[in-house]
């Protein structure tokens, strides 16, 4: 291999990694249609050709903002609960992780892909179609991990999963309007008493539930 030209690909990566990070924290506090050439060229110093020349277009470079975030929420939500302990314990710990992912991954703004799912939810096209696989796949995975929680039997048989997914989701936009627009210090504590709340309802029968109570469940190891 030449040493040269790998140098050279090396050095491109780097400069467009630097550049899509500078590209999702506008995405973070603006949204993607905040995000522009012309104020990408003006954050990273960079002429707009020499941005077109790593991205092509601007919808390409959206694409790679909602790439980027999603390899950020793998990164603070998913490969840390994965070390959790299967079952309730890991359920909970990935929607803690989740509430404050955002800023966990240096995103201080906010999440990219939840504000284009308001900015795009109708509005046809490749964003669109991108940013509901990625919920999707948001969804698919705390589904799968309650659904687990169901096979250990630290969840009641009967356990609705998407019921219980769609209400867990339902706690973590209100979380982010109460904390992120309101102002409510408080808004994290009153989430997780709400997980905690709607678990309890779900737990097997007493001669079970001490052993996988939410307390416990929440607990770290």
């Keep these: 291999?030449?040493?040269?030209?790998?140098?050279?690909?090396?050095?491109?990566?780097?400069?467009?990694?630097?550049?899509?990070?500078?590209?999702t924290a506008i995405a973070s506090r603006l949204g993607l249609e905040g995000l522009t050439i012309g104020s990408l060229a003006e954050a990273t110093g960079m002429s707009k050709s020499g941005l077109f020349a790593h991205f092509g277009s601007r919808e390409e470079l959206q694409l790679a903002v909602l790439e980027d975030a999603a390899q950020r929420f793998a990164d603070v939500v998913a490969q840390p609960s994965f070390k959790v302990p299967r079952g309730?314990?890991?359920?909970?710990?990935?929607?803690?992780?989740?509430?404050?992912w955002s800023e966990s991954a240096g995103l201080g703004g906010g999440c990219p892909i939840l504000a284009a799912s308001f900015e795009y939810d109708d509005r046809p096209g490749r964003i669109r179609d991108t940013v509901a696989a990625l919920q999707?796949?948001?969804?698919?995975?705390?589904?799968?991990?309650?659904?687990?929680?169901v096979e250990q039997r630290h969840l009641r048989a009967d356990t609705d999963v998407k019921q219980l997914v769609f209400e867990l989701y339902g706690f973590l936009l209100s979380?982010?309007?109460?904390?992120?627009?309101?102002?409510?210090?408080?808004?994290?504590?009153?989430?997780?008493?709400?997980?905690?709340?709607?678990?309890?309802?779900?737990?097997?029968?007493?001669s079970t539930a001490s052993s996988v109570s939410p307390a416990r469940a929440g607990s770290r190891s």
């Design 88 to 100: 309730l314990p890991r359920l909970r710990a990935m929607f803690e992780f989740w509430l404050n």
């Design 175 to 206: 979380f982010y309007l109460y904390r992120r627009l309101l102002g409510d210090r408080e808004a994290h504590d009153r989430a997780m008493a709400a997980f905690d709340r709607l678990v309890s309802q779900h737990l097997p029968d007493s």
């Design 1 to 23: 291999m030449d040493v040269s030209t790998d140098n050279k690909t090396t050095k491109g990566e780097r400069t467009r990694a630097a550049i899509l990070d500078h590209a």
């Design 136 to 149: 999707r796949l948001g969804v698919g995975t705390v589904e799968k991990a309650a659904r687990i929680a």
